[in-house]
């Protein structure tokens, strides 16, 4: 009898495998899979058999693998009760389709060569013949089809299945396999080591496991042949109506990565190590502030805010009139991050800004680590573990941490990955113009999801390309062409869609043409030596204010052992290209952070720094210097994920011990605590239950004691929850300086009566008041269009209302928890 392996587990090596091992390989494996098919596959096996029996030597030993898919009919006695032992029998107990099946009989195959077969031998056993000519020209696949010059049809299919099949196949050449006419002829012959990996590696258990093979074999650059055989339709097809739909979702699935077990435990981790973080706000985001992030929580929140409201109401989406009146807010010349904050607008309206933005940055923060992780795993080592730590530390770095206070667009950086694999792609010149547009795209949206990201993004690539082209010359000038070109194409796309959010941004209201953050914006090189604030065992607050603009702005801070890590890996790997070019992207990224002017340690000289000549250049000219030292987070994860990889491989036990502890040892003092957290101010009854709209009638404002501004702005947080239901003078935001002058300022500069409260505040001391004095506020007032000023307790609130009451010419009333002057005649 001829021998029956039931199989579950298409990766299972089958029991007549595993005995059938020491017997000789047979030069030939035939292949068919088989659902409820007794009515066919008796005459298909006689025609198999016969035939290569006849052809006596020419394909020498040979077997066939009838590959049953939990038939219901006689299928599998048709097969046993065929006394041939070339003949064998594997089985699924139950249907789960073609795709299935093959995988079955591919894995059970043993041949030199495996040719697969439908049931029906709508293609004669006879074309075998064309497809060993192109096998023996070097492929490793042939194909038969009906679809390429020289193939001939007898009779034909169904007019709506022709219809159908051209549909189909141009859908295929169009997302999954490119330069194959017809993947779905039911005849091919394989190299069988190379099928058997093909199949191992699938997961598809339609009839779309054609194309996710043929796409491996492309893919590994196998070289596949298409040629044409002569095909008859036969009665009897399993294919039916339904299928024709999960044929596409087949494909979607194909084009979508799915991760191993593996790489949902490394995502999860890192969404993990986000929530741990986040912590003190994540699980109470609108009752909890975090500390260190001084007032960008509330401008961030008032962002996701006003996108969302002005979405609802189908408002321009790019300027807001409800801070800064009367002049209102260029919204994409400031981090509106529109990327987030438009998908995210159902649930900033549903469950409030503080929501939406925890949610953000925590799970953004994650998703940017996954990316890390795909990128370093595609391209740079095959072990996850590798992959992993260096994705954490490119994710996770001490100055990613200190932007996670305050900065989701320096946070939210998933899209980089994908945009750097992609401009790699283009060097390789294989789909330029698919690469080139897909690239337009993704830059496109992470343009609206932070400009200056991708600027430091784009910088480093280029430190990278240069350094890489230093060291492969070759490969440089070969991939010139096809990046040029393709680059040229991404930029087309990308601009077409973001032209006029630019121009809007550089030309539109309230725009400005940079912004000048002052000569303490660069780092030093003690800086880049010592430990971050949040530093979980080495972190102290004191000597990292001193070397920061403050607790967001930590942008060095990676830590002397940590450099001195990424120093051995680069002289222990130096004979790799990559690592070379790593190397030097990541010293001149932290050279170029030290300024115009860098200060030379223990001697108190200063020498000119390499970003003198870049200072003043368009958009370089807005960039916080020490910024670009942001640039060496993934590139130092990228050499730590290679170091690692390249233990795993060591042949000592001792070698792999010291350097896992060489890397434990850098990387401890760079684990976070969580981020610090208190909370939040109750907002006051005047704002959150409404009382402030008998006091401001429609084209007026209201007037905080005192304005807010980039130091206090809690009151954009009471403008939220009021339901931005108020305009307001003052702000935080970014904006021209004015009268005539377009240089960029954080906040409103301060009219009289502005500046006047801002003093008291700031002293305690109530100022003397005169006519003129009175004067300057009636002018200011009108100005704003105010409506009320309104004083909620604070420190020096007793001065400050002193000095309103003066100002006002009478006395502020206690309303909801507040002092309000309403202005209204005749109050």
């Known amino acids: 009898m001829s021998g029956t392996d039931t199989a579950e587990d298409p990766h299972r090596v089958p029991d007549s495998r595993r005995t059938t091992e020491s017997q000789a390989v047979p030069d030939l494996s035939?292949?068919?899979?088989?659902?409820?098919?007794?009515r066919r596959l008796g005459p298909t096996l006689d025609a198999l058999v016969r035939q290569l029996t006849a052809a006596g030597d020419r394909w020498g030993s040979w077997e066939i693998v009838v590959a049953d898919d939990g038939s219901t009919d006689a299928t599998r006695e048709i097969v046993t009760l065929r006394r041939d032992p070339r003949l064998r029998l594997i089985t699924s107990p139950r249907n789960r389709g073609k795709g299935h099946a093959l995988r079955l009989g591919v894995d059970a195959s043993r041949g030199r060569r495996v040719l697969i077969t439908d049931a029906d031998l709508a293609v004669p056993v006879g074309e075998l013949e064309r497809l060993a000519s192109a096998l023996a020209e070097g492929n490793a696949a042939a194909v038969g089809s009906r679809a390429v010059p020289g193939a001939t049809l007898g009779d034909r299919r169904h007019p709506v299945r022709e219809l159908l099949a051209g549909a189909g196949n141009l859908l295929i050449r169009g997302t999954a396999v490119r330069g194959i006419r017809d993947t779905q002829c039911g005849f091919k012959l394989f190299d069988g080591e190379k099928v058997r990996a093909a199949f191992a590696a699938s997961r598809l258990d339609g009839w779309a496991i054609d194309v996710e093979v043929l796409r491996h074999f492309q893919r590994a650059g196998w070289p596949v042949a298409e040629v044409p055989v002569h095909w008859s339709h036969r009665p009897g097809s399993k294919i039916r109506p339904l299928d024709y739909l999960r044929f596409p979702r087949d494909l979607v699935r194909l084009r979508l990565p799915v991760p191993g077990p593996?790489?949902?435990?490394?995502?999860?981790?890192?969404?993990?190590?986000?929530?741990?973080?986040?912590?003190?706000?994540?699980?109470?985001?609108?009752?909890?502030?975090?500390?260190?992030?001084?007032?960008?929580?509330?401008?961030?929140?008032?962002?996701?805010a006003v996108t969302a409201d002005n979405v609802a109401h189908l408002r321009n989406p790019l300027f807001s009139d409800l801070q800064g009146v009367p002049d209102g807010v260029n919204l994409m010349a400031n981090t509106a991050m529109f990327g987030l904050s438009v998908p995210l607008a159902p649930v900033t309206l549903?469950?409030?800004?503080?929501?939406?933005?925890?949610?953000?940055?925590?799970?953004?923060?994650?998703?940017?680590?996954?990316?890390?992780?795909?990128?370093?795993?595609?391209?740079?080592?095959?072990?996850?573990?590798?992959?992993f730590a260096g994705a954490a530390l490119a994710a996770f770095a001490p100055p990613m941490v200190s932007h996670a206070n305050a900065h989701p667009n320096f946070v939210i950086l998933f899209m980089i990955p994908a945009i750097i694999d992609r401009s790699l792609r283009l060097c390789a010149g294989t789909?330029?113009?698919?690469?080139?547009?897909i690239l337009?795209?993704?830059?496109?949206?992470?343009?609206?999801?932070?400009?200056?990201a991708l600027l430091l993004a784009a910088l480093g690539m280029l430190l990278f390309g240069a350094a890489h082209a230093a060291a492969h010359p070759r490969v440089a000038r070969a991939a010139s062409r096809p990046l040029l070109r393709g680059l040229a194409i991404a930029a087309a796309v990308c601009l077409t869609l973001v032209v006029y959010p630019l121009a809007w941004q550089f030309s539109g209201p309230q725009s400005y043409t940079h912004l000048d953050h002052g000569p303490g914006a660069a780092n030093s090189v003690r800086a880049l030596l010592t430990f971050a604030e949040r530093s979980l065992l080495a972190g102290d607050a004191d000597r990292a204010a001193a070397l920061s603009l403050n607790p967001t702005e930590q942008n060095a801070f990676y830590g002397w052992p940590l450099l001195l890590l990424a120093l051995a890996i680069t002289v222990g790997l130096w004979r790799r290209p990559v690592v070379r070019a790593l190397a030097f992207t990541a010293a001149a990224a932290a050279v170029l952070s030290l300024g115009p002017r860098i200060h030379v340690p223990l001697t108190g000289a200063e020498i000119p720094g390499p970003w003198a000549p870049l200072a003043g250049l368009p958009l370089l000219e807005s960039v916080i210097v020490s910024r670009v030292a942001l640039i060496c987070a993934p590139v130092l994860g990228m050499l730590l994920a290679l170091a690692i990889g390249r233990l795993a491989q060591a042949r000592s036990l001792g070698t792999q011990y010291a350097g896992l502890l060489a890397v434990c040892l850098a990387l401890l003092p760079l684990v976070p605590a969580p981020l610090r957290s208190e909370p939040r101010a109750e907002v006051p009854a005047f704002f959150a239950d409404g009382a402030w709209k008998a006091y401001v009638r429609p084209g007026e404002s209201l007037v905080p004691v005192p304005l807010p501004e980039p130091t206090a702005a809690e009151a954009l947080h009471w403008q939220?929850?009021?339901?931005?239901?108020?305009?307001?003078?003052?702000?935080?935001?970014?904006?021209?300086?004015?009268d005539g002058d377009r240089s960029g300022v954080y906040g409103v500069p301060l009219n009289w009566t502005?500046?006047?409260?801002?003093?008291?505040?700031e002293t305690g001391v109530a100022q003397v008041?005169?006519?003129?004095?009175?004067e300057e506020t009636r002018r200011d007032l009108a100005y704003w269009r105010a409506g009320a000023l309104v004083l909620v307790p604070q420190p020096h609130d007793g001065p400050l209302r002193a000095t309103v009451d003066k100002l006002v010419g009478r006395p502020g009333t206690w309303v909801a928890g507040v002092w309000v002057w309403d202005l209204h005649e005749g109050s």
């Open 30 to 38: 035939v292949v068919v899979p088989a659902y409820n098919e007794e």
């Open 262 to 304: 593996a790489d949902a435990v490394a995502a999860a981790l890192f969404l993990a190590m986000a929530v741990a973080l986040y912590a003190g706000r994540f699980f109470d985001p609108a009752g909890r502030y975090l500390t260190d992030s001084l007032q960008d929580q509330n401008q961030w929140e008032w962002f996701f």
């Open 350 to 387: 549903l469950w409030g800004p503080a929501v939406a933005l925890s949610l953000a940055m925590t799970f953004g923060l994650a998703a940017t680590a996954a990316a890390w992780y795909r990128l370093i795993l595609r391209r740079l080592v095959p072990q996850r573990g590798a992959a």
């Open 431 to 437: 789909r330029v113009t698919r690469d080139a547009v």
């Open 440 to 452: 337009g795209l993704m830059t496109a949206y992470q343009v609206f999801l932070g400009e200056e």
């Open 720 to 738: 939220t929850t009021a339901g931005l239901g108020f305009r307001m003078p003052g702000g935080y935001f970014n904006r021209p300086y004015g």
């Open 754 to 761: 502005a500046s006047l409260l801002k003093d008291v505040r």
């Open 769 to 774: 008041i005169d006519a003129r004095a009175r």
